[in-house]
Nanobody
Framework: QVQLAESGGGLVQAGGSLRLSCSAS????????MGWYRRAPGKQRDMVAQ???????NYADSVKGRFTVSRDNAKNSVYLQMNSLKPEDTAVYYC?????????????????WGQGTQVTVSS
């Protein structure tokens, strides 16, 4: 069984920074795209940033130039460095992993989600 565990959320003032981390646990052979999504109160969950195993990245327009996604393939981990935070960045942030292949059985999870971590930016 594979689980995603997130950490690093919290309360920060506008203009501040936070770093989110997410690690996949379990006997994993490979993971395709990893990334971060967020759900603000009363809104749908939206993509924030994605990164492929080769390091190709994709960002939502609202975070370009402020957020940086990175990953450590050896640790099955993905990170989100958030700078110049704004109140509108307040949301629950979810880690996502796509096409997670298990080491022994080669069973593939199409998509896995973390439990979410709250990020609150005060004005």
């Amino acid at each position: 069984q594979v689980q995603l565990a997130e950490s690093g959320g919290g309360l920060v003032q506008a203009g501040g920074s936070l770093r989110l981390s997410c690690s996949a646990s379990g006997k994993i052979a490979s993971i395709n795209t990893m990334g971060w999504y967020r759900r603000a109160p009363g809104k749908q969950r939206d993509m924030v940033a994605q990164i492929t195993p080769a390091g190709m990245v994709n960002y939502a327009d609202s975070v370009k130039g402020r957020f940086t996604v990175s990953r450590d393939n050896a640790k099955n981990s993905v990170y989100l460095q958030m700078n110049s935070l704004k109140p509108e960045d307040t949301a629950v942030y979810y880690c996502n992993a796509q096409d997670v292949v298990l080491l022994d059985s080669y069973y593939k999870y199409l998509a896995l989600w973390g439990q979410g971590t709250q990020v609150t930016v005060s004005s």
